[in-house]
Every structure is written in structure tokens, then in C-alpha cells.
């Protein structure tokens, strides 16, 4: 079991930048895959990036080349760099973690990006 609490999320305008954090409350070091989605409103929940204990990443599409996914070990975080944020990556971002074929969530953090 593991407990995952987001935080970062803002108000940032088009082009700019912001880092999500997901802070576990165990140590990551054996957990198969931690990974990022989001939702924004009336859409579903779907997948950003995600990486794995051996740190092979898989990013989506409409990510790749802005969005950086990374996890430190040592400190039982994984993060999310976000550049050149555009309107559409607007949502709700929450932290993901595999443990023995069982799912975990955060509670989710707000980004919206908006002039």
C-alpha cells in the first residue's frame, strides 16, 4: 500500500513552465510503474507519462518533447517538468502508482493554463 499526495499545480500562462511533485509515503524504489494523467473537465482520465522501476518512460503524444517525467528514489518523489504548457493541458494531474498488480491515485492537482 502506499499513500501518493501531489503538489505544484498553478495558474501559469501559454509557454510557461511548471514541476509536479508525487510524494509517496513508502519507498518507491520497488514499485513496478509510478506515472502521471490527467483529466480535464467532461473528458476522461488518460494517461501523460509514465516510468518504470528500471526507468524506462513512456510519454503520450501530445506530450512528447515539452514534458519530462523523473523519479528520485531517494526521496520517494516522482515529478512531472512541464514546458510550453498550452490551453489544452489544462486539468486536473494526479500520480499514479503500480504495487503488486494494485493501482493507487493521488487526490489530483490543478493546473490550468490560461492568459
Known amino acids: 500500500q502506499v499513500q501518493l499526495v501531489e503538489s505544484g499545480g498553478g495558474l501559469v500562462q501559454p509557454g510557461g513552465s511548471l514541476r509536479l511533485s508525487c510524494a509517496a509515503s513508502?519507498?518507491?524504489?520497488?514499485?513496478?510503474?509510478m506515472g502521471w494523467y490527467r483529466q480535464a473537465p467532461g473528458k476522461g482520465r488518460e494517461l501523460v507519462a509514465d516510468?518504470?522501476?528500471?526507468?524506462?518512460?513512456n510519454y503520450a503524444d501530445y506530450v512528447k518533447g515539452r514534458f519530462t517525467i523523473s523519479r528520485d528514489n531517494a526521496k520517494n518523489t516522482m515529478y512531472l517538468q512541464m514546458n510550453n504548457l498550452k490551453p489544452e493541458d489544462t486539468a486536473v494531474y494526479y500520480c499514479?502508482?503500480?504495487?503488486?498488480?494494485?493501482?493507487?491515485w493521488g487526490q489530483g492537482t490543478q493546473v490550468t493554463v490560461s492568459s
Open positions: 513508502r519507498s518507491i524504489f520497488s514499485i513496478d510503474v
Open positions: 516510468i518504470t522501476r528500471g526507468g524506462r518512460k
Open positions: 499514479y502508482a503500480e504495487v503488486s498488480l494494485l493501482g493507487y
